[in-house]
């Protein structure tokens, strides 16, 4: 079945970075665009990245522009958020999910996975 | 970006009866091939999010057919024509014209 599992969440400190990863199974994972989606304690959802399936196009929301590099490795099946400088509001369960082939340049989403949990704290 | 607004924040729901969640967009979501580029998520309790509509209308795989959507441009609704305990959650439109933005999310509960 198809399944997305993240890792590399945890506790770090401002200023910091952190990778995390998640890996893909159970569908022709370069067909797809992958995105990673935020949210923070108590709070709504807020869209991170996006990483096309060519490899090559990615897009971020502005808070974490220049920050964060989304990425991801075709032939593992796996796509990838590098956070650097990180702060304290970006303290967030992170969950990776599959762009849904609907329609062009359309940027919904159709699977998620189980997410991972981000705390930057000193 | 794209402002998507959603009511009410809270919807108290008696199992049975109807329910409905508008959302508006800051700007229209109709794209130049025809479908609007909205979509609708539920959160439940401890739960990931998962797809209940797309391109504003399209149920997604699975999702029982009393959920719909509706609406074009910068207006639309959800509907859930009979409400099931295991509706109870946090519904969210989401904009997929541009880098995606969610609505605040309405908090459906019942009675």
């Known amino acids: 079945q198809v399944q997305l599992v993240e890792l590399g969440g945890g506790v770090v400190q401002p200023g910091r970075s952190l990778r995390l990863s998640c890996a893909a199974s159970?569908?022709?994972?370069?067909?797809?665009?992958m995105h990673w989606v935020r949210q923070a304690p108590g709070k709504g959802l807020e869209w991170v990245a996006v990483?096309?399936?060519?490899?090559?196009?990615?897009n971020y929301v502005d808070s974490v522009k220049g920050r964060f590099t989304i990425s991801r490795d075709n032939s593992k099946n796996i796509v990838y958020l590098q956070m650097n400088s990180l702060r304290v509001e970006d303290t967030a369960i992170y969950y990776c999910?599959?762009?849904?082939?609907?329609?062009?340049?359309?940027?919904?989403?159709?699977?998620w996975g189980q997410g991972t949990t981000v705390t930057v704290s000193s | 970006d794209i402002v998507m607004t959603q009511s009410p924040l809270s919807l108290p729901v008696t199992p049975g009866e109807p329910a409905s969640i508008s959302c508006r967009s800051s700007?229209?979501?109709?794209?130049?091939?025809?479908?609007?580029?909205l979509d609708w998520y539920v959160q439940k309790p401890g739960q990931s999010p998962q797809l209940l509509i797309f391109?504003?209308?399209s149920r997604a795989s699975g999702v029982p057919d009393r959920f719909s959507g509706s609406g074009s441009g910068s207006s639309f609704t959800l509907r859930i024509s009979r409400v099931e305990a295991e509706d109870v959650g946090v519904y969210y439109c989401?904009?997929?014209?541009?880098?995606?933005?969610f609505g605040g999310g309405t908090r459906v509960e019942i009675k």
């Open positions: 700007q229209s979501l109709l794209h130049s091939n025809g479908h609007n580029y």
């Open positions: 159970g569908f022709f994972f370069s067909n797809h665009a």
């Open positions: 999910a599959r762009g849904k082939k609907a329609a062009k340049y359309y940027y919904g989403v159709d699977v």
């Open positions: 391109l504003g209308s």
């Open positions: 990483v096309w399936n060519d490899e090559r196009n990615e």
């Open positions: 989401m904009q997929a014209l541009q880098r995606p933005t």
